[in-house]
């Protein structure tokens, strides 16, 4: 028997319409939700944090306190990506774990946690915080494809992450690159190396994720992660009811039933029609990209090099760029082109074509990485590489988060004073400059959400995750 973790409070929205699903529209369905009997629904975390601040004036945490109470019977999920917490840079441990906790006392059941290297040392505080905040905590592994990425460097990934506590252990595909048959090995490996159950999280972007799931769950998978069909296919997850339906009366049957879920699919039919009058719904996101197949540049990354380029009055040099990334990606030692990677590795393809000569202007974000600030890449960087970007500089040896100093309890005055409640100073030092601008706004009483101000356009979109 499979079991569906459902994604259209989370990613599905983050991935088809940037993270702009309000709380107000999820409310008037959370109820019926409730009552479906799903394994877990992904309603947290990932990009909703941010973009609910800075996009929707909405409160996160108070977003999370309205599901909480709308969904008692349901496990909560959020997305994690480590040390990183919901931001884009690492957070010292006394931030990690009072964030942690902070979810967990605000309705979070279960914490998928990742890291974009996979460096076990990014993630390992919290597992161990989500575990004592009395939370499932479920470890995934970023799926790429590499030399160094083979079927044994997965299955000793699974086992590490359960070595230090992870409760279930997550495929995460976040490009859809997964392949059927590749699925059913990959699972079979882990599921005889593992006893912990085993999620499977894809993406539709290359038309793959469906025929991967099938495979998966022959191989043992216990669940697969999907969207209702509005908010399904394309860069989101495959439909919800087609995945139910093509289990019914196997040995896999998930026993949901599909009719309330087609009632359930009717309203958000409405809301997607809304979304799209509003513009927020880039068709080019339901397109099947094959070229990720081909040239493994994910669909959010092949449009930032097509801005990028355009910029510099350069798209007739994208297919110089195409191959040069996968030459800067084993120069860096294949990390997943996944966020931020993706876009640092775009970056330097970028410099290196245009200016003729590879590294003769490297971005500080690549510099950064090559230091060890990000963790450990997949596989060892020649010292002629490292070299070249950072000279005799010495790599850092350490888990990154060691290098920072704490940072709770500082709060200047001048900022503590808008602060309504504990978890404030949580999101302002996450997102300092959103939030404090949030705060103001709270503070005067506008909660004002007017859509012409947030039409989706190439510098805001937010990546499948
Ligand atoms: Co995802």
């Given at each position: 028997m499979i079991r569906i973790t459902e994604t259209i409070f989370r990613d599905a929205h983050q991935s088809l319409i940037a993270t702009r699903m309000r709380t107000s529209d999820m409310v008037p369905v959370a109820k019926a939700l409730d009552q479906i009997g799903y394994h877990a629904m992904e309603v947290?975390?990932?990009?909703?944090?941010?973009?609910?601040?800075?996009?929707?004036?909405?409160?996160?945490?108070?977003?999370?306190?309205?599901?909480?109470?709308?969904?008692?019977?349901?496990?909560?999920?959020?997305?994690?990506?480590?040390?990183?917490?919901?931001?884009?840079?690492?957070?010292?441990?006394?931030?990690?774990?009072?964030?942690?906790?902070?979810?967990?006392?605000?309705?979070?059941?279960?914490?998928?946690?990742?890291?974009?290297?996979?460096?076990?040392?990014?993630?390992?505080?919290?597992?161990?915080?989500?575990?004592?905040?009395?939370?499932?905590?479920?470890?995934?592994?970023?799926?790429?494809?590499?030399?160094?990425?083979?079927?044994?460097?997965?299955?000793?990934?699974?086992?590490?992450?359960v070595n230090l506590g992870a409760d279930s252990i997550c495929i995460k595909d976040m490009s859809g690159i997964l392949l059927p048959y590749d699925a059913y090995e990959l699972v079979s490996r882990i599921k005889d190396a593992v006893q912990v159950p085993l999620e499977l999280h894809s993406h539709c972007s290359t038309g793959m994720a469906n025929q991967s799931y099938l495979k998966a769950v022959e191989a043992g998978v216990d669940i697969l992660d999907t969207a209702l069909s509005p908010f399904a296919n394309g860069t989101s997850q495959p439909p919800t009811e087609a995945v139910i339906a093509q289990f019914i009366n196997t040995p896999y049957d998930s026993g949901?039933?599909?009719?309330?879920?087609?009632?359930?699919?009717?309203?958000?039919?409405?809301?997607?029609?809304?979304?799209?009058?509003?513009?927020?719904?880039?068709?080019?996101?339901?397109?099947?990209?094959?070229?990720?197949?081909?040239?493994?540049?994910?669909?959010?990354?092949?449009?930032?090099?097509?801005?990028?380029?355009?910029?510099?009055?350069?798209?007739?040099?994208?297919?110089?760029?195409?191959?040069?990334?996968?030459?800067?990606?084993k120069d860096l030692g294949y990390p997943p082109l996944v966020t931020p990677m993706s876009q640092m590795v775009a970056t330097q393809a970028v410099f290196n074509v245009l200016l003729g000569e590879r590294y003769k202007i490297v971005p500080k974000e690549i510099k950064n990485y090559v230091r060890g600030m990000y963790g450990r890449p997949p596989a060892e960087i020649s010292k002629e590489i490292v070299q070249k970007?950072?000279?005799?500089?010495?790599?850092?040896?350490?888990?990154p988060a060691d290098l920072l100093e704490p940072m709770m309890h500082k709060i200047p005055s001048e900022i503590k004073k808008y602060m309504e409640q504990d978890e404030d100073e949580l999101t302002y030092l996450l997102f300092p400059q959103v939030a404090l601008e949030f705060f103001q706004r709270r503070e005067t009483g506008l909660y004002k959400i007017d859509t012409d101000l947030w039409h989706m356009d190439s510098e805001d979109e937010t990546y499948p995750v």
């Open positions: 947290w975390g990932g990009a909703t944090f941010d973009a609910s601040l800075r996009f929707l004036n909405e409160d996160p945490w108070e977003r999370l306190r309205i599901l909480r109470a709308a969904m008692p019977n349901t496990k909560l999920q959020m997305l994690l990506r480590g040390q990183n917490l919901l931001g884009y840079r690492h957070y010292p441990d006394d931030v990690v774990s009072a964030f942690i906790r902070a979810s967990v006392r605000n309705g979070i059941d279960i914490i998928r946690i990742f890291d974009a290297l996979n460096d076990a040392r990014n993630v390992r505080l919290a597992i161990h915080e989500t575990k004592e905040a009395g939370a499932h905590a479920q470890a995934a592994i970023s799926y790429t494809k590499s030399p160094v990425h083979d079927i044994g460097h997965y299955v000793q990934k699974a086992q590490e992450y949901l039933d599909i009719k309330p879920l087609a009632e359930i699919a009717e309203y958000f039919e409405e809301l997607r029609s809304k979304y799209v009058s509003e513009g927020l719904l880039n068709p080019k996101v339901m397109r099947t990209n094959v070229s990720t197949l081909i040239n493994q540049v994910p669909g959010g990354m092949y449009s930032n090099l097509l801005s990028q380029l355009g910029q510099q009055q350069a798209l007739h040099r994208l297919d110089e760029v195409l191959e040069e990334v996968p030459h800067v990606r970007i950072i000279g005799d500089e010495r790599q850092i040896q350490v888990r």
